[in-house]
């Protein structure tokens, strides 16, 4: 039985599109918000909305019982974490399904597993994907850093073992930087997530972030919808993706695919997920996996024509995934800007009011984006303000259509990455497919 009413526990843009997904569904819907939030899009579109708190996020978007209340309140029967925020809080999810409300995502217990690095590369390699070398426990001190980067040799990477967004994260070339950064990384880590653990493991100096979108029922189907290449990075953190990847050939990518659709399956996994790689010379090495919807889940939905919120509702719903592998066919290429209220040079946030807006359109242009003229861009949020995505029937076909919409966009008011994004897309590194998550310090 289709839910009836859904609560969105998130914001900006990603709240807009769970919105959209829920009224293409007839289902009502209901958002939290901040004092600083009221006069938003989402908060207008909502059929209900109720203030959980002020604009900082530990008061109002990640305050849980402010948001269970809101839930009892509006009579919800399940709530969408969207995108950051809560939505890889095992404990909010377990929460959510304790006081009798539909958690729109996966099961706490795989969030939980997985929200840890090292445990997600142990389960990773017991059900057959490939991993790196490196530690198997959380780093304690400096003598145990170096013991391990000795053994397996430099380079090396630590990375925090919860959060993500390209923080608590430091390459280390050879042993007179491993002290340094190692108490970097977990202050870092201790900062961004409350926790300072970090682990260790082998670093692969140019590779590519590839990433397997899958989808899954209670009644034992499991499909994905692909590959996306996610290496246009900077600071650890993507600013473009397109599906399918450049790099990879049908038989490459039909291989990491049903790897991982077999490997999913093993742990019977449920709802959503993204399984990320890194790849390097026709070899792919597991290296998280996201336990939520992705930012750039629209490429994947352009390519293939589906919609994957809907589908994930549907599934939290007590429903079997409308499409089966057999019938899932890829169409064209597609390719994501992220537009984020940044200095171009500094990549300082810019806030204030947009003072004009004007988005681009035309065949084959999409725009997820919660901007008007005259909304305030606040430094409270994240400042990804914006996200362009182009579909065309060839790759080439999609670079030409992004760079006529990113010429066309108008935002005024605040300051954006748009001068980054066109140079990116111009360059011929880009044009001829030849980069890797380090290919940005280049440019």
């Known amino acids: ?148 980067s000795e053994n397996i040799g430099y380079p090396v990477i630590i990375k925090s073992t919860n959060g993500g967004g390209g923080r608590g994260i430091k ?41 397997v979108q899958i989808l899954s029922d209670n009644f034992g189907n499991i499909v994905h919808l692909g590959e996306r290449e996610c290496s246009i990075q900077r600071r650890n953190q993507k600013i473009i993706e397109e599906c399918p990847s450049p790099a990879l050939n049908e038989d490459i990518r039909k291989k990491i695919c049903d790897l991982t659709i077999k490997a999913m399956s093993k742990i019977k996994y449920f709802n ?33 024509n589906i919609d994957i919120v809907k589908e994930q509702i549907r599934v939290s719903s007590g429903q079997k995934l409308s499409i089966c592998q057999n019938n899932i066919k890829k169409n064209g290429h597609s390719i994501e800007c992220r537009v984020n209220a940044e200095n171009p040079l500094t990549l300082l946030p810019s806030t204030g009011s947009v003072k004009t807006y004007h988005p681009p359109g035309g065949p084959g242009v999409r725009i997820d984006s919660a901007l008007y003229s005259g909304c305030n861009i606040s430094s409270f949020y994240d400042g990804l303000i914006s996200k362009l995505i182009c579909t ?40 001829d497919g030849k980069f890797d998550i380090n290919w940005m310090s280049t440019l």
């Not at 009579?75 to 959510?96: T, Y």
């Not at 070339?173 to 970097?184: C, G, R, Y």
């Open 1 to 148: 039985m289709m839910l009836k009413k859904v609560l969105v526990a998130n914001r900006g843009e990603i709240a807009l599109r769970i919105l959209r997904a829920c009224k293409e569904l007839d289902i009502k819907t209901v958002v939290v918000h901040s004092t600083a939030d009221e006069k938003e899009m989402f908060v207008r579109l909502a059929d209900e909305s109720v203030c959980i708190g002020p604009p900082q996020v530990k008061n109002s978007y990640l305050n849980i019982p402010a948001i269970i209340s809101a839930a009892t309140i509006a009579n919800a029967d399940a709530i969408h974490p969207g995108i950051g925020m809560l939505a890889e809080n095992s404990n909010f999810a377990k929460i959510v399904n304790d006081h009798g409300f539909t958690f729109i995502g996966p099961k706490y217990e795989h969030i939980e597993k997985m929200a840890n690095k090292i445990e997600a590369k142990s389960i990773a390699k017991n059900i057959g994907l490939p991993t790196l070398p490196g530690s198997k426990q959380n780093i304690k001190d400096y003598i145990e850093a170096k013991e391990v």
């Open 392 to 431: 065309g029937n060839n790759r080439h076909e999609c670079i030409m259509r992004l760079r006529r919409a990113l010429d066309e966009y108008v935002i005024e008011g605040v300051q954006t990455n748009i001068p980054v994004l066109k140079k990116i897309i111009k360059s011929k590194d880009f044009i």
């Open 272 to 304: 959503l997920g993204t399984v990320e790689y890194l790849y390097n010379e026709g070899n792919f090495f597991f290296m998280e996996m996201n336990t939520r919807l992705q930012v750039e889940h629209t490429i994947s939905e352009e390519v293939y």
């Open 171 to 211: 390459v280390v070339l050879k042993e007179k930087e491993l002290k340094s950064n190692f108490l970097l990384a977990k202050k870092e880590a201790e900062q961004s997530f409350g926790n300072g653990d970090v682990y260790i493991e082998k670093f692969l100096s140019n590779p590519r972030h590839i990433e």
